[in-house]
């Protein structure tokens, strides 16, 4: 499974950016999806995830309320949208692809990895 994320920039404190997911070489509908963020000198964490239909998500406290990860089986796509966004939001965002676990949440509970994509919140 090949993923592609797009959509970061630069938005002001309080504004909203929609990242994308786009994934290839695999039965889409089969694949829980997480995005997670990395912010300079910092681990990766985890930020929202997806079950393979879309029934289910579940997000980290720090974005509950705020974002919103969704799918759509028949693009091949997942979404984050991304409101009220803060300056401490901002990092390199990764979309990852696990085959039919329930609401991972763990890096190593991923098996594929999009190249990442930037977010800079400006105060």
């Known amino acids: 499974v090949q993923l592609q994320a797009s959509g970061g920039g630069l938005v002001q404190a309080g504004g909203s950016l929609r990242l994308s997911c786009a994934a290839s070489g695999g039965t889409f509908s089969s694949y829980s999806m997480g995005w997670f963020r990395q912010a300079p000198g910092k681990e990766r964490e985890f930020v929202a995830t997806?079950?393979?239909?879309?029934?289910?998500?579940y997000y980290a406290d720090s974005v509950k309320g705020r974002f919103t990860i969704s799918r759509d089986n028949a693009k091949n796509t997942v979404y984050l949208q991304m409101n009220s966004l803060k300056p401490e939001d901002t990092a390199v965002y990764y979309c990852?692809?696990?085959?039919?676990?329930?609401?991972?949440?763990?890096?190593?509970?991923?098996?594929?990895w999009g190249q990442g994509t930037l977010v800079t919140v400006s105060s």
């Open positions: 997806i079950t393979w239909g879309g029934g289910s998500t």
């Open positions: 990852a692809a696990v085959h039919l676990k329930r609401l991972p949440v763990s890096t190593d509970e991923f098996d594929y």
